[in-house]
């Protein structure tokens, strides 16, 4: 337990005695869960990315309609990539020659498809409130 003034527990930021706590070795494999404002919960991302810790942090936010509808409690989450097609082909005589394309005048990767962001906007009052700390944009 910490508490800024120190009135209860240790005096400081719990993200000061977190990583104490951390440094000590003492707590195993253990995983870290969080709620809490925001700044605090990215502090403990970045600590439990620094010590390699599984985070799960529960995020707080306006929701409008609750279910879903209206997007407005969104966050900026990490997608998983699937393995698919090559984004580019750098084997020009496996494409498909477009109008006014001379097979010579082809150097370099050839764009095959538009590459897709590394994210999506997920939901906190649908797919949350708890989600994967070293999964979301803390931007």
Known sequence: MATEDGSLGVKGMVTD?????????????????????????VQIAQV???FDRPCQVL???????GVGA???????????????????NSDPDSRVAEEGDEKENREGPIPMISETPPFRYARVCKEGPVFDARKIFWD
């Not at 005695?17 to 494999?29: D, I, P, S, V």
Request: aromatic share 4%; net charge negative; proline share 6%.
């Open 48 to 50: 439990a990315e620094q």
């Open 59 to 65: 995020l707080e936010s306006r929701m409008a309609c």
């Open 17 to 41: 005695l977190l990583e104490r706590e951390l440094m000590t070795g003492q707590h195993g494999a253990a995983a870290l869960y969080a709620c809490g404002p925001n700044p605090m919960l």
């Open 70 to 88: 209206c997007l407005g409690c969104t966050v900026k989450y990490r997608e998983a990539r699937e393995a698919g097609p090559s984004l580019t």
